[in-house]
């Protein structure tokens, strides 16, 4: 399969609006925060079932949801999905040669994505009288590997230590770059865009990716390369389609909403996967006492300083809390049973949410086939596959484009 582009696009952007709106009472709503979800009155047979599957369970099919053999009509969910999902990987145009120890610093799957990315890359990009942008640079890692040997650069970043840090690397590989100190929000990267020919954004998030998509409406860019990360976050309470299609659409995505597709991760470590499911499982257990203690079946935030106190018992814990929220704690006959109750949910969470999980495709491909919409309208022919497999990041979805 090829990377899509073309009439295809508007196609496929058809097709899936129409079936995310059709089945969208199975991808709104959290499980985490609903004790009911609206489609399990329809479905109580599959609900029942799910509710009943192990944590290990969950976490086994989380990347993997289509290959669940749960009751119907789960399997005829992921069947009438899956085909609407399907991009094409980009093939390798070029294997580029650099000095050896240019990825030192760099952890080794990062450094594939970069590699991965760069590859995907038409090889008439290489030219020496290229101007690269690395869009939110950091270190410029990915800048100077493109760049790399003659090309000149420039890379955008906010935090003054990745800048200095980056300058240093660039000049050490003696790579013409320029560490620009900006805000991708603000005006001041006018300066900078207008200056370079072809840019480039690995994994900037929300509104950071959007800004770029939309400064090709002002700038003469002739060549954008971005695979898009993290789409909540952004400013604004729902997302904002860039296309006029987009537009039109009626497909209301709220900032929760586009986590969705971020849900699934393949990059942490077992000791953070424990220690985030504990502080998971507490957050559910103190759920379950503060409804009973203030005789509201209603779900009640607890702001992150609470992770700090994950040291502590969890009726430690759970009394902190319930101080910072100002809410009035009742006698626990057993605590140990409360904190059980938390592990128990969240294994039915997570095990609902593969519901959801069948969802995070085609609601990433919907966002991106909106931005490739939004590039053909600017005059750019536009090209969207993946650039690396998702066991090496789940965010592997890459636009091309040249004008």
């Known amino acids: 399969m090829s990377p899509l582009c073309g009439p295809v696009i508007t196609e496929k952007f058809s097709d899936l609006t129409a079936l995310l709106l059709r089945h969208q009472q199975l991808w ?23 509710r009943a599957q192990s944590l290990e369970h969950a976490e086994h099919f989380q990347l993997i949801p289509e290959q669940i053999k749960a009751p119907a009509p789960f399997r005829q969910w ?3 999905l899956m ?42 990009w290489f030219g020496s009288d290229n101007r690269w942008l690395d869009w939110c640079s ?6 100077r590997h493109l760049a790399w040997p003659n090309a000149c650069l420039c890379c955008v970043e906010h935090n003054p230590q990745l800048i200095q840090d980056g300058q240093a690397l660039s000049e050490r590989w003696a790579v013409r770059a320029k560490h620009a100190h900006c805000d991708a929000l603000s005006p001041a990267t006018d300066e900078y865009l207008a200056a370079t020919s072809t840019w480039v954004a690995l994994h900037a998030c929300g509104d950071l990716h959007t800004r770029l998509l939309r400064k090709t409406a002002e700038h003469g860019v002739r060549q954008l390369a971005v695979a898009p990360c993290c789409y909540n976050r952004m400013a604004a309470d729902a997302y904002q389609p860039l296309s006029a299609a987009g537009q039109r659409a009626g497909l209301r995505l709220s900032k929760d909403e586009l986590g969705i597709p971020l849900q699934a991760t393949v990059t942490a470590a077992a ?45 430690d814990w759970c009394l902190a809390v319930a101080q910072q929220k100002a809410v009035k704690p009742q006698p626990v006959a057993d605590w140990a049973m409360a904190e059980q109750a938390g592990w128990d949910r969240l294994a039915q969470v997570r095990n609902l949410e593969l519901v959801q999980g ?5 609601l990433e491909l919907w966002l991106l086939l909106d931005m490739a919409l939004y590039l053909q309208e600017q005059g750019f022919a536009v090209q969207l596959g993946e650039f690396c497999p998702q066991q090496l990041t789940p965010r592997n979805l890459l636009l091309v484009a040249m004008r």
């Open 358 to 362: 069948l969802f995070r495709r085609p």
């Open 138 to 143: 950091g270190k410029g890692y990915l800048g």
């Open 28 to 50: 709104r709503g959290k499980p985490f925060i609903e004790n009911h979800m609206p489609w399990e009155t329809e479905f109580p047979q599959l609900a029942e079932w799910l």
């Open 271 to 315: 000791g953070e996967v424990r220690q985030r499911n504990r502080m998971m499982a507490w957050r559910l257990g103190f759920d379950r006492l503060q409804r009973e203690w203030r005789g509201a079946d209603t779900y009640l935030p607890v702001p992150s300083v609470a992770n700090r106190w994950a040291q502590d018992s969890f009726a």
């Open 78 to 80: 992921a069947d009438e």
């Open 83 to 124: 085909p609407l999902t399907g991009v094409g990987r980009f093939p390798v145009e070029l294997e580029r040669e650099l000095p050896p120890r240019m990825s030192a610093g760099v952890p080794g799957r990062k450094w594939q994505q970069i590699n991965q990315f760069a590859q995907a890359l038409p090889q008439d």
